[in-house]
């Protein structure tokens, strides 16, 4: 796409006026900036790159940008580990580059989030030097720093302070040699996990954060937030987790996640830095509760607006886990999707089926068949954007990008997989087995370039892209999607269009029907004063018929979006859908 040039984004823009909860009408586009657009031949993504495609962004409709991590960063994570929070990583550009970006995004009529990444630094930054030059420096309790295990010399298997297993393998604890102690990491080794228990630490997290609203930014998504307050006992240990049988490692989640002070340090973040500010704040949370995201996004506890919640894209992992990908099992993401869009009645959702850790999910729960993969990706879509929350959209979801389809360990980049890999091969395994497991599921799934035209290189690059482009990118791509009206682009368009229109898709009570039925996902929306809305989808590559008491009204009613032209008219309250045919009913 040819980038307009009129527009000056070096003029400095007024920051959009924020309405207090404007949040609730909007759309959320996250950009992963290293796989976006590379403008420079790089192979790398950028920031004037992602300037260059703003229009993309802003004709799909959406409100938001999310700017994955473009802080000075070794890159260990991609950027999820960060040296410098108040700096831009040379290889995205400068801060002038990123003020840009934001004049670029306001004009627009958009907003910028950031990602707020303060569990833990990178071993990079000058806090964790200065924290681990000495027992004695005086950021040495910025950290989570403590002795080997009792009885054990440090540095030796089992030493550790505790057997917990990191999200990236191995132990959460690695040994210092030069001061003699280990230092805790939930993720790499090179993100040593902050100490939030030390108040140091979190005014200057405070300072950095209102730096970044003073620049113009208009919100946080924060990265694992609900991992920062650790259950420490009263001389600061830490406990085993349960371990399987045969197994080194334990689970130490127990102790580390929704931990003690959880509550209480976000809601001082609400009050130091974001009370009066009007601003988006996202808070991921694995392994959170209902019960605690009812806590993290109560308005009159002040602390976030909504939770990323994982209970729906843990589903079908099997019994070995994230590694272990079983068949979905319709009626179960409905039910958990419903419990969560009653049990937030109250409060606020955000609806997602990708970000730049999961596998896209046209691979994943629809059918990427060249026969489906349209369709399957447009009522994904309308099943999710239809719902009561906050939408979140994954670059290239909205062009029905697939799975990277990679068969060789030498195609992944991704710390997490690789890492896996090499432990379960130290511990035997067959190599061809846990590359079957990484396949389906490994985040590089996500972030294999975005796919802007049949070029070569999808025109992401002009040089050699830092990972491999997707072969279909000659089909799948933004530019072909565009020129196509009946394309995944223009119903997401339309999916948003909707969002905007009608006051029942943002705040409509939610009733799911047919809750067992295998392939059909049904459910009302009803708001005083609107008709009722009625989604009606089919998740399968096989016809259904279904019948919705009481509901011939609405199926006979206004058609206002569908995935098939050519459907069949409902008979009364019977309604026989093709495969992955999705209707959005107003009546
Ligand atoms: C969650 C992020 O989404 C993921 O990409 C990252 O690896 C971990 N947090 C650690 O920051």
Known sequence: ??????????????????????????????????????????????????IDHLDHIAELGADVVW???????????????ISDYQDVDPMFGTLEDLDRLIAAVHERGMKLVMDLVVNHSSDEHPWFQESRSGRDSAKRDWYVWRPPRPGHTGGEPGAEPTNWHSFFSGSTWEWDEASGEYYLHLFSRKQ????????EVREAVHAMMRWWLDRG????????????????????????????????????SPFYMNGPRNHEFLHEMHREVYADAAILTVAETPGVTLEHARLFTDPARREVDMVFQFEHVGLDHGPGGKWDLSPLYLPDLKLNLAAWQEGLADGWNSLYWNNHD??????????????????????????????????????????GMTNAGFTSIEDYRDIESLNHYREQLEHGADPAAVLAGIAPVSRDNARTPMQWDDSPAAGFTTGTPWIAVNPNHTEVNAAAARRDPGSVFHHYRRLHELRHTHDVVVDGSFRLLLPEHEQVFAYTRTLAGSPTLLVVANMSSQPATVTLAGLADQLAGEVLLTTHDDGAPAQGEELTLAPWESRVLLG
Do not use: C
Request: proline letters at 11%; zero cysteines.
């Open 67 to 81: 700017l994955s991590p473009i802080y000075r960063s070794p890159q260990d994570d991609n950027g999820y580990d």
């Open 358 to 399: 999961q596998p896209r999910v046209v691979s994943r729960w629809g059918d990427d068949s060249p026969e489906h993969r349209v369709a399957s990706a447009k009522t994904l879509g309308t099943v999710l954007h239809m719902m009561r929350g906050t939408p979140y959209v994954y670059q290239g979801e909205e062009l």
């Open 192 to 199: 040593p996990d902050l100490n939030w228990e030390n108040p």
């Open 217 to 252: 930014v208009d919100g946080f998504r924060m990265d694992v937030i609900n991992l920062i307050s650790k259950e420490f006992g009263p001389d600061g240990g830490l406990p085993d987790g349960a371990a399987k049988p045969g197994t080194r490692y334990g689970d130490g």
């Open 1 to 50: 796409m040819t980038p307009p040039r009129h527009l000056d984004t070096t003029a400095s823009t007024p920051v959009p006026d924020r309405e207090p909860g404007w949040w609730r009408s909007a759309v959320v586009y996250q950009v992963y900036p290293r796989s976006f657009a590379d403008s420079d031949g790089d192979g790398m993504g950028d920031l004037q790159g992602i």
